[in-house]
């Protein structure tokens, strides 16, 4: 049975969908955006803070499911311009160790939802 788990500490829907669903196990997170859930603000004064603000979004959810980042095995990350990917990936290493690190692909894309510079969905398990 599908069980739907969101919170308000992390970006409302602006669609037919939640912030994530969980069956069985495994917990499934729509992706998450820059957007500052305190002001429904976009993020985007670097791509450091754009990314800090991604993963602040992911912890919330995380967190309303009583999961860390720990609990993360796959990792989805879709980014405008692929020469960020240092830098992304720079703020991205803070939030996990390298030797558990969750699977993951990091893939360029024409555009994103709001035309951020970055968007990552995750799985993470129970």
């Excluded at 069985?24 to 004064?45: E, F, K």
């Excluded at 990917?85 to 894309?109: C, G, H, K, Q």
């Excluded at 939802?113 to 799985?123: A, D, G, L, T």
Aim: proline letters at 5%; aromatic letters at 8%.
């Amino acid at each position: 049975m599908k069980k739907i788990i969101n919170t308000i500490n992390a970006p409302a829907p602006v669609g037919p969908y939640n912030q994530s669903t969980r069956h069985g196990d495994t917990l499934y997170m729509s992706g998450q955006i820059a957007i500052d859930p305190t002001t429904g603000n976009l993020v985007s004064d670097s791509i450091e803070a754009e990314t800090h603000q991604v993963m602040k979004n992911i912890k919330a959810v995380l967190d309303e499911a009583g999961l860390t980042f720990e609990h993360i095995l796959k990792c989805s990350v879709f980014v405008a311009d692929m020469n960020m990917y240092s830098r992304i990936n720079a703020v991205y290493a803070e939030y996990f160790d390298e030797a558990t690190a969750p699977a993951r692909e990091l893939v360029e894309v024409a555009n994103l939802p709001k035309f951020v510079n970055i968007e990552i969905s995750v799985i993470a398990g129970f």
